[in-house]
T-cell receptor, first 113, second 110 residues
Framework: QKEVEQNSGPLSVPEGAIASLNCTYS??????FFWYRQYSGKSPELIMF????GDKEDGRFTAQLNKASQYVSLLIRDSQPSDSATYLC?????????????FGKGTHLIIQP | DVKVTQSSRYLVKRTGEKVFLECVQD?????MFWYRQDPGLGLRLIYF???????EKGDIPEGYSVSREKKERFSLILESASTNQTSMYLC?????????FGPGTRLTVL
């Protein structure tokens, strides 16, 4: 069974600091990884996806992938109170994603003003 | 703009009732999915569909069935609702690796 592990938190970070969210996965064959943000009472929305080892940057967000260690992380620079949410790591269950995504249970992030 | 709609935001049903949850997308996406989300358990895949008339079981299909008669509509059916099916139900579509979620239906079974 494919699994994704995340620290449930809450992770508390001061406003303006870097928030670091981590995720490990069990399936060595996984080729792509996704980070979703979910505000309380809302549905998940995609923040970033990454396919290759290394870093991928998009604005204040950086995704990092290390396939050898089966580890993916999300860094949020200059954290804002609006970043307070639950962050979900996910990877395709099969079929390149056509079979759905396997999600971690999420990390609850709190940005303290 | 991507749009996935679900028929109800909140639903309360009785044990043993047959329940229909409807999902409609306007993007002509082939792939559609039903997940449920529970505290401490995260998002889990119930059923998915590659195209019209096609359906595949996800990780937790027991107690559920689905219907996809038209490309834009994917229905989740609880044949005989039970209290352990109280949950948030999320529909999603997929395009270019990205999954787009609907707003969710919070179902309570009494």
């Amino acid at each position: 069974q494919k699994e994704v592990e995340q620290n449930s938190g809450p992770l508390s970070v001061p406003e303006g600091a870097i928030a670091s969210l981590n995720c490990t996965y069990s399936d060595r064959g996984s080729q792509s990884f996704f980070w979703y943000r979910q505000y309380s009472g809302k549905s998940p929305e995609l923040i970033m996806f990454i396919y290759s080892n290394g870093d991928k940057e998009d604005g204040r967000f950086t995704a990092q992938l290390n396939k050898a260690s089966q580890y993916v992380s999300l860094l949020i620079r200059d954290s804002q109170p609006s970043d307070s949410a639950t962050y979900l790591c996910a990877f395709p269950s099969g079929g390149g994603g056509a079979d759905g995504l396997t999600f971690g249970k999420g990390t609850h992030l709190i940005i303290q003003p | 703009d991507v749009k996935v709609t679900q028929s109800s935001r909140y639903l309360v049903k009785r044990t043993g009732e047959k329940v229909f949850l409807e999902c409609v997308q306007d993007m002509d996406h082939e792939n559609m999915f039903w997940y449920r989300q529970d505290p401490g358990l995260g998002l889990r895949l119930i059923y998915f569909s590659y195209d019209v008339k096609m359906k595949e079981k996800g990780d937790i299909p027991e107690g559920y069935s689905v219907s996809r008669e038209k490309k834009e509509r994917f229905s989740l059916i609880l044949e005989s609702a039970s209290t352990n099916q109280t949950s948030m139900y999320l529909c999603a579509t997929r395009f270019n690796d990205e999954q787009f979620f609907g707003p969710g239906t919070r179902l309570t079974v009494l």
